[in-house]
């Protein structure tokens, strides 16, 4: 992994911070971050503005729409300041391209069993309008099935893990990420993880009926309710658009004008205030409302790498896939186990606890046939 040292003394009573980044000196060793001399000498240093605050349930209102813009770009920029290129560039460093880091990456799973989790949204589909169409290619689908041939493959996402039709007046039925993904014999991880279930042929000793895991229950009957009063309090938001995804409902701003997102928030908060139970967190263009348990996906990735018999194990290299902030639990399990990889799928600099990058879903599909490709030729191990 990358060694992400980072110092930010504020600049400017909090709005510019100073970071000063080393070059990775070690791929794949634990990431402890330390503070840098502020003096570099072989750091370089850059000016830029704070990256977006975490935002829970509570707050200011601003403060979700500030985090909101900071996560959602809506248009994308024709011009590129001086500042902005040098930025990136210094992100990159520290964050560089898992495609150009392959032979690394190899090196580093040397002799370990790699475990991939891939996110859905984002990662192996585009992130467009409709939330409903956003269907990944066959060229990533045959990526996808080609890499689980070797290595166990989980599909970790925010959306429901199957198929359902929702007793909501309209009687839609909404396409989930099983409908999308349409592959058999890998693990699904919906609803961040809540809804989790593997392959019949393997030696998972969750196994029960076929559904692995459901930690948030308790909670189905809630979710519902808050789903279709949700239906009911953002209808007069254009563009608002609310999904029943099992054990959390997403609230989708995609399509919604920026200066309607102060008002949705307050909507879905003033739900949530009779609702104690539940709380809101924030992903890619979504709003999320989620059980208060303590799960998500990097429990999720915990949960599965014990389910294959590798919860202490020293000889397992999972790589995890994302690209917004709910993958960050997942990339920080990771960076505390000191093992296998975090990649970021993203064409902006952000904070982020994974340790590579990727710009775009096209690119994690070229990285996930590479591997798959690679391990046809030389073997599973990578030896
Ligand atoms: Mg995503």
Request: aromatic share 8%; glycine share 6%.
């Amino acid at each position: 992994m990358t060694n992400q040292n980072v110092v930010v003394p504020d600049a400017k009573q909090g709005i510019d911070i100073t970071i000063a980044m080393a070059l990775p000196k070690s791929l794949f060793s634990p990431v402890v971050p330390k503070p840098l001399p502020a003096a570099p000498g072989g750091y370089f240093t850059i000016t830029r503005k704070r990256f977006s605050k975490k935002t829970e349930t509570g707050g200011k209102i601003s403060s979700w729409v500030d985090s909101m813009r900071d996560s959602s770009p809506t248009r994308v920029k024709s011009t590129t300041s001086l500042l902005e290129t040098e930025e990136k560039n210094s992100w990159i460093v520290n964050h560089p391209s898992a495609l150009n880091m392959f032979e690394q990456i190899v090196k580093g799973s040397k002799g370990k069993q790699i475990v991939m989790f891939l996110d859905y949204d984002g990662t192996l589909s585009p992130i467009v309008e409709d939330p409903d169409r956003a269907f990944m290619t066959n060229e990533m689908r045959e990526a996808v099935r080609d890499v689980a041939r070797y290595f166990p493959t989980a599909i970790v996402t925010g959306r429901c893990r199957n198929k359902v039709a929702l007793a909501a007046a309209s009687a839609v039925v909404i396409l989930k990420v099983y409908s999308f993904v349409r592959l058999a014999g890998l693990y699904y991880a919906g609803s961040h993880g809540m809804d989790i279930e593997g392959p019949s042929k393997n030696n998972c000793k969750y196994k029960k009926g076929g559904v692995l895991f459901q930690p948030a229950s308790e909670f189905l009957p809630m979710i519902d309710e808050v789903y279709n009063i949700l239906l009911e309090r953002t209808k007069s938001i254009p563009g608002a658009k609310v999904e029943n995804n099992k054990f959390c409902v997403s609230v989708h701003f995609r399509c919604v004008e920026e200066k309607m997102w102060a008002i949705l928030v307050e909507q879905v908060r003033s739900v949530l205030n009779d609702y104690p139970k539940l709380r809101l967190t924030q992903g890619r263009k979504v709003l999320e409302i989620r059980p208060t348990i303590k799960w998500d996906k990097g429990k999720a990735l915990e949960f599965l790498l014990e389910s294959l018999g590798y919860a202490n194990s020293t000889d397992v290299f999972p790589v995890y896939i994302g690209d917004d902030r709910t993958d960050e639990d997942a990339f920080k399990v990771l960076r505390n186990r000191g093992q296998g990889l975090g990649i970021l799928v993203s064409e902006v600099p952000k904070e982020t606890n994974a340790s590579y990058s990727l710009q775009e879903p096209k690119e994690a599909s070229s990285l996930v046939q590479q591997a798959s490709c690679y391990t046809f030729i030389c073997g599973n191990n990578y030896s």
